[in-house]
């Protein structure tokens, strides 16, 4: 009996560290092969609206955080000046298209003119061949039919002077009618209204970013993934996603990014590589993103950009 114990010691010690090695084998594949990481985030598209035309902000319906639909008004720029355009731009196509009218009439009389004067100038040639008539009556029917040409070339120049501003009228139309429009900033998509700053008041100028709508239907989660699990990764992978707030949802591989940024090979003088002398010896694995889309139920608790997650791929 006393010689077995230290033979039973000597099992259940190497017992215990092959049930080490095994569990530490597993734990190494876990952390290092499964494909799952905590380094997650949920991610939305945020649309920033700013305004195409100055003025002041005379209209606010929307408040901070308030969900809005694709169409609502957003804001509304103070229309006054850009009606009073319209309105000039209306006058000056109509002044434009009267302007075009008179010349089209006075091209028409021409027309008519300059027959009369060749059928006067052929009566006058048939005349003068009988010497009915003096030649000086013949050389000024000659002179009247080439008067009467010059007046129309003069008239058809005219009409397309007139053509042309027509349409530049119509454009400055155009263009008036748009900016008016434009005093309308309504919401390019379904979403939320987010940190709302502007105030009823400002003056708005083209190109200031008024605000900012994190478009509801763009909820996703990338997850940043070490570039040793990307072999268990596939498109069309089923994955569970757990939320910190405590929600799990199921989600999709949608995407996995083929490139990101080396950190040891920046551009150098005459965009040669810079590649760093030095070499680290403790290497660690690359996190590649990987795009995750959601499959969430119409009455689910909103999502919130920005918020972490943990995410396991399934299959």
Same mark, same amino acid.
């Given at each position: 009996m006393p010689v077995l114990k230290p033979v039973l010691a000597k099992a259940v010690t190497l017992a215990v560290l092959a049930l080490a090695v095994v569990l530490g084998w597993f734990a190494w594949d876990y952390y290092t092969r499964a494909p799952w990481t905590r380094d997650a985030r949920v991610r939305a598209d945020v649309v920033t609206l700013s305004a195409e @035309? *100055?003025?002041?902000? $005379? %209209?606010?319906?929307?408040?901070?955080?308030?969900? @809005?639909? =694709?169409?609502?008004?957003?804001?509304?720029?103070?229309?006054?000046?850009? %009606?009073?355009? @319209?309105?000039? *731009? !209306?006058?000056? !196509?109509? !002044?434009?298209?009267?302007?075009?009218?008179?010349? =089209?009439?006075? $091209? @028409?009389?021409?027309?008519?003119?300059?027959? =009369?004067?060749?059928?006067?100038? =052929?009566?006058r040639r048939k005349l003068q061949s009988m010497s009915a008539i003096s030649a000086e009556e013949w050389e000024k029917a000659g002179t009247d039919v080439a008067v009467a040409q010059a007046d129309l070339l003069r008239e058809q120049s005219n009409l397309g002077l007139a053509q042309a501003n027509v349409q530049l009228a119509e454009a400055t139309l155009q263009q008036a009618r748009l900016d008016l429009e434009r005093t309308r900033v309504s919401a390019p998509a379904s979403g939320y209204v987010t940190n709302l700053l502007t105030r009823q008041g400002d003056y708005a100028q083209p190109g200031m970013p008024l605000l900012a709508l994190v478009d509801s239907s763009s909820f996703h989660v990338s997850g940043y993934f070490e570039e040793t699990k990307l072999p268990k990764i596939k498109v069309g992978s089923r994955a569970r996603i757990a939320l910190m707030s405590g929600e799990v949802l199921d989600g999709t591989v949608e995407s996995i990014a083929y490139a990101i940024t080396d950190r040891e090979n920046q551009p150098g003088n005459r965009l040669l590589a810079n590649v760093n002398p030095s070499y680290t010896w403790v290497k660690l694995a690359q996190r590649i993103p990987v795009r995750l889309r959601l499959e969430r139920s119409a009455d689910a608790p909103p999502l919130r950009a920005g918020t972490t997650a943990t995410v396991t791929i399934l299959e």
């Open positions: @035309v *100055a003025g002041r902000i $005379i %209209e606010l319906p929307v408040q901070d955080n308030q969900f @809005v639909r =694709q169409g609502d008004l957003l804001l509304q720029i103070d229309p006054a000046r850009y %009606e009073l355009a @319209v309105l000039h *731009a !209306v006058r000056a !196509v109509e !002044v434009a298209r009267a302007a075009l009218g008179q010349s =089209q009439a006075a $091209i @028409v009389a021409n027309e008519a003119q300059l027959k =009369q004067r060749r059928s006067e100038e =052929q009566r």
